[in-house]
């Protein structure tokens, strides 16, 4: 691999950004990242925006943003699907040999359309969406599945509730933070059993962008980069309709790790020092321990127990507060990729992990219960 | 109406009543899916010559062995709940534009001679606690029936 991140940022998540339009958030994060590059708009060759036409409300939502992300006569293209998945694209270009420099800016604005009926739209139009199930019911449909295959209790779910909202206080850009206990998870509005309030991520609004440089960029250019190499990344797909999948585990989760970390010429979970994870629900971020290897399978509530991912855990996972403190749809992966660059840099601010971060996973889902995924492998050495 | 945002100097546009109607073509098996379901209430699968996996519902393709299915068999209209969920809040049925009455269940289903599952909604008995993966259940027909996964009223527990 020959390529880095040398440019990162995300503004505050919030349930309801009433000062900011679309581009305005996109233009936000892209000079926040190109200063954070020590870069300017002329040094990129070429961009990809992520984005959902139906979050969005109209289609070809990435010319809503041409100005914004600077890609005015530029090769700029789309992703629809998550952050994770769009710097994956970046990272293509990159290596291809034809891009020097890739701008990846993605945004969403949960708060503008009924998440319900978005979420709905993802499912086939036959034989699902006219029963108007939607991500919250296809995720309790999968919890319970993966309780009642691995014995997982309500009580277990929790803990994973309580570790991320709590990791979220100390993170500026979360939306919900709270020092909250598993009686106040359980005590929590039922939603659709198993999950309760808790256990579900927030409606949120939010942009984020990273810069992708090859090596010869930055041996070409005397700027001071802080550059966090991409060692590993590899995505799989599952069957995008539920009743042919075993919901209680994640198989693509576990190909696209296998693939992300020979890659890397990672051999063992304990050159990992660190994890950001699409934990949308809680039981997600058990299951995707599982998937990545971090346990042996349905083991995940042990391991969560054991103290292994919490903040001073010998594995952090979503010190930052994950995807449950701020939910902004297809931006969600790819915060989770600058929360992991930015503890390798050390410069994660009050969240920052005592540990020094070597090596971290960033790790973003797309479809219903998790049927993709994106595993990232980024790395302080090359 | 003056609102909070209009206040600070900060507006908003609506999209409109306006809707975006589709006509979506079922295609050759799925027609035939539902037709036996209006007509007859029989559910039909559709097998695979390679690996003779039966789906339901049917499709046209495999897509493990990427073959195309072109025999379908009658699967019955009872199974086992495969997992479930009580909805405890309202939302918007996309069907009728009407907020869903609460709490309601959702279940997906292994149909007897299926080898797939089938989502559909489940009704939820007065003891809650008689739904539970395993459980048996059945189909409930609507009576009058227009060729669509609505012409399926419910599932329900079969008393035992």
């Not at chain 1, 219960?369 to 980024?378: D, E, Y």
């Not at chain 2, 409930?140 to 060729?147: A, D, L």
């Amino acid at each position: 691999m020959s390529a880095a991140i040398v440019g990162v940022a995300y503004n505050r998540q919030e349930r309801r950004n009433i000062r900011q339009n679309i581009a305005e958030m996109v233009y936000e994060v892209t000079t926040q990242a190109l200063a954070d590059a020590g870069l300017e708009i002329r040094d990129i060759d070429n961009v990809v925006t992520v984005s959902n036409d139906f979050w969005d409300g109209r289609t070809i939502s990435s010319m809503a943003v041409q100005d914004a992300c600077g890609s005015y006569e530029k090769n700029i293209s789309t992703v629809e699907g998550d952050g994770t998945f769009g710097a994956f694209y970046g990272l293509s270009r990159i290596l291809s040999g034809e891009y020097q420099t890739t701008l990846v800016v993605a945004h969403s604005k949960g708060s503008e359309s009924d998440m319900s009926l978005v979420t709905n739209g993802m499912f086939d139009q036959f034989y699902v969406r006219p029963l108007g199930v939607d991500n919250l019911i296809s995720a309790a449909l999968q919890a319970r599945i993966y309780m009642d295959t691995f014995g997982v209790s309500e009580e277990d779910l929790a803990l994973v509730s309580v570790k991320n909202h709590g990791n979220a206080l100390k993170n500026p850009k979360a939306q919900i933070a709270k020092s909250i206990t598993v009686k106040d998870v359980m005590a929590s509005r039922k939603l659709a059993d198993p999950l309760k309030l808790y256990d579900v991520s927030p409606i949120s609004d939010g942009a984020a962008a990273i810069i992708l440089a090859s090596e010869d960029f930055m041996r070409r250019n005397p700027q001071k980069f802080r550059p966090v190499f991409i060692r590993g990344a590899a995505f799989c797909a599952d069957a995008y309709d539920l009743g042919l999948r075993d919901l209680a585990r994640a198989p693509a989760l576990k190909k696209a790790a296998e693939r992300a970390f020979q890659m890397a010429n990672i051999r063992s979970v304990e050159e990992i020092d660190l994890a950001e994870l699409y934990d949308a629900f809680t039981y997600m971020e058990l299951m995707w321990y599982e998937g990545l290897g971090f346990c042996p399978e349905g083991k995940g509530a042990e391991f969560l127990k054991s103290g292994a991912t919490q903040i001073d855990g010998k594995l952090p996972v979503n010190a930052s507060g994950g995807v449950l403190s701020a939910h902004t749809v297809v931006a969600a992966g790819l915060i989770r990729i600058i929360e992991a660059c930015l503890q390798i840099r050390g410069e994660a601010g009050e969240h920052q992990v005592k540990k020094e971060v070597r090596n971290a996973i960033a790790h973003g889902i797309n479809g219903p219960c998790g049927q993709s995924h994106c595993v990232f492998v980024l790395s302080k050495e090359a | 109406m003056i609102t909070e945002e209009n206040k600070q100097g900060l507006f908003f546009m609506h999209s409109g009543d306006a809707s975006q109607p589709y006509r979506y073509t079922v295609g050759t098996w799925g027609s035939k899916f539902l037709t036996e379901l209006r007509d007859h209430k029989q559910f039909y699968g559709i097998r695979c010559p390679k690996c003779k996996k039966v789906y339901v519902p049917v499709r046209q393709v495999c897509g493990p062995c990427f073959t195309e299915m072109t025999e379908l068999v009658p699967v019955s209209a009872e199974g086992k709940i495969v997992s479930y969920t009580i909805l405890r809040f309202q939302f918007l049925d996309p069907e009728t534009g009407e907020r869903k009455p609460i709490p309601y269940g959702y279940g997906i289903f292994r149909l007897d001679g299926a080898d797939t599952n089938f989502q559909h909604f489940i009704a939820v008995p007065e003891d809650e606690s008689r739904l539970f993966i395993g459980a048996r259940v059945r189909a409930v027909f609507r009576e009058e029936r227009r060729g669509s996964l609505r012409d399926i009223l419910h599932f329900e527990l079969v008393a035992d």
